[in-house]
Structures are given as C-alpha cells and as structure tokens.
C-alpha cells in the first residue's frame, strides 16, 4: 500500500545536539511537506518541496534544515539552534494542487 | 500573507445535537480542504472542496465553500461520540508558482454521551 513513513516514532535529543527525523514517500508524489505541532495548537510549516533538489522555507524555519536529493525522501535536521524542539512533527505530501496532503504517523521529539 | 482563522476553537455538544464550525482565510483561494485528527495521532483527509459553491457530504459531516466570502463551514448533524476528534481546515495556495498550505487553527470537538 502507498503511504508516507516516518522514523522514529519517538526522539530525544541531547542538549547541542542535532537530530534528523526521516519521511519517506512511495506515493510518486513531487510535492512534501515538514510541520510542527505544539500541544493544543494547529500545524505550523517548517519546510516544502515542490520537485528534487529544490525547497522553500516556511514559516518557522529557524534552527531546521531538509534535503531533497530524491523525489521519495525529505528528511528534516533539528539542529541545536532550535532551543525549542519538542514538539510533534508531521510530514505530508500531496500529488497535486487539487489534492489533499497525506499525512505520516509523525515524530514525537522531546528534549533530555 | 494567508491567515486563517476557525471557530469556535473549542465546542462541547451533546450527542444528538447539531453544530457548525466556520474557517474564514484572509486572501483568495478557489480550493479548501478538511482534516480530522484524532488525540495524539496524525491528520487524515475529510473532504476536497474545489470550486465556490461545492458542498461535500461524508455520514453526519457536511462541508461547503463560499469563495467570494473566504468562508467554509463544516456542519455537524446529529453527532455521535465518535465525531470528537480536533478539525482542521486549510485553504489551497496561489494558484500559480509554488504553494503551501496554511492550517487553521483547528477546532477541538468533544461530544459528549
């Protein structure tokens, strides 16, 4: 069945240290997407990708980095500059502009 | 900037009951669509709405769009415990060039028995 894969379920992360969280994709779709969901609160976008080796950042993100070498994976860097990583990660992606995002199971990542 | 904005952000309903929740976005948009996340799990897909005017029905939820308004609504007929659950909305991006989706701030249902 086609679906997006994220690994790990569950993260900690050591203080100055930098964590990458995996998403990967056999949906052939182009476009995908990094969120982060903080307790209570809505999906807010760190990074999108509309084709390979090309990314946008989105509205919070400072302290994250991401890759598309290929079209099937997007993995997203939480870096040490992110004093604040704790938090659910969501990553989507979408085969079209007329078509909803498929959502992974998401990373939860939590300080130690 | 594209802002979106739903209400109420929380409702507590009896079973039986029926209820609307609106998503208004600031900036124009010719699609809309509807999520539901369930506590601690990830966000699955409602409805697609494509065009002004479209309407959706899935069981008790029906979802509508008026784009000359920037105001989708997603009604709730008869609720039934299993509805509770956090709704999101989120409008599509520019329709040309590069685009993202902005979630609303999400709607948090509990039905209660």
């Known amino acids: 069945d086609g679906g997006i894969t994220q690994s790990p379920k569950y993260l900690f992360r050591k203080e100055g240290q930098n964590v990458t969280l995996s998403c990967e994709q056999n949906l052939n779709h182009d476009a995908m997407y990094w969120y982060r969901q903080d307790p209570g609160q809505g999906l807010r976008l760190i990074y999108y990708?509309?084709?390979?080796?090309?990314?946008q950042k989105g509205d919070i993100a400072e302290g994250y980095s991401v890759s598309r070498e290929k079209k099937e994976s997007f993995p997203l860097t939480v870096t040490s500059a992110q004093k604040n990583p704790t938090a659910f990660y969501l990553c989507a992606s979408t085969g079209g502009r007329h078509q909803p995002q498929h959502f992974g199971d998401g990373t939860r990542l939590s300080i130690l | 900037e594209l802002k979106v904005e739903q209400n109420p952000l929380f409702l507590s309903m009896q079973e039986g009951k029926n209820y609307t929740i609106y998503c208004n976005y600031s900036?124009?948009?010719?699609?809309l669509y509807w999520y539901r996340q369930d506590p601690g799990k990830s966000l699955e897909s409602l409805f697609v709405l494509l065009s002004n005017g479209a309407v959706k029905q899935e069981g008790r939820l029906m979802a509508s769009l008026d784009t000359k308004a920037r105001l989708s609504t997603l009604h709730i007929t008869a609720a039934v415990h299993d509805l509770s659950a956090t709704y999101f909305c989120?409008?599509?991006?520019?329709?040309?060039?590069?685009?993202?989706?902005?979630f609303g701030t999400g709607t948090r249902l509990k039905v209660l028995a």
């Open positions: 989120a409008p599509g991006g520019p329709t040309s060039g590069t685009y993202k989706y902005i």
């Open positions: 900036t124009t948009s010719d699609r």
């Open positions: 990708s509309q084709i390979v080796n090309d990314f």
